[in-house]
């Protein structure tokens, strides 16, 4: 059998991440399995421990993944009017009907923190640094006094978070709508 490149190795790394990442938020923790994370990624199923240790370790590095992808903005952004920018895109995204019935690829938070919460281990962990990622890049652009910027931060990820858990189960588009709306005047409260 063929020996694989490093470089291939590292393409199917993270072509499996970006799956896994993809398949968590869309089905969720428990129903999305290994095989089906590597039946996805075009690979099999045998080629998993090559990668990881554990089905826990992969969901920490697609919870990662996820992050870093979601707020790429916030963090790329580099004088104070581009923060404010990418926050204020960030929070209108975030708050999109887009985002409410896009499961597979929002904010890993939304999608899958009320089951992280139930797990010990890397997938709690990694829900708790994706929290903490995001309070500090909001807190960032909002250029407040530090404790006040973190206040404010930890408030407009609570509603951020917990609005779209909501919006996705809403029983109309007009509920749906609302709580989205509702939201977004509450964030403008918030971060003045």
């Known amino acids: 059998m063929p020996r694989v490149s490093a470089a291939e190795k590292e393409r199917s790394h993270k072509r499996i991440i970006e799956e896994a990442s993809r398949l968590l938020r869309s089905g969720g923790l428990e129903t999305t399995s290994v095989s089906d994370v590597m039946n996805s990624a075009g690979l099999t199923h045998g080629g998993f421990y090559r990668h990881f240790k554990s089905k826990d370790e992969l969901v920490g590095a697609a919870f990662h993944f996820a992050t870093q992808d979601v707020t790429r903005a916030l963090r790329v952004a580099e004088t ?13 995204t975030y708050l999109s009907v887009e985002h409410v019935n896009d499961l597979s690829n929002g904010c890993p938070l939304a999608a899958l923190s009320g089951e992280a919460a139930r797990t010990d281990g890397a997938a709690r962990q990694s829900a708790s640094e994706a929290l903490e990622t995001t309070t500090q890049l909001i807190a960032r652009a909002i250029g407040d006094d530090q404790l006040v910027a973190i206040s404010k931060a930890n408030t407009a990820a609570c509603l951020l978070i917990g609005t779209v858990s909501l919006a996705r189960i809403a029983a109309s588009e007009k509920d749906r709508d609302r709580l989205l709306r509702d939201a977004k005047m509450a964030i403008g409260v918030v971060l003045g």
Request: without cysteine.
């Open 80 to 92: 104070q009017t581009e923060r404010l920018k990418a926050l204020d895109d960030y929070i209108n």
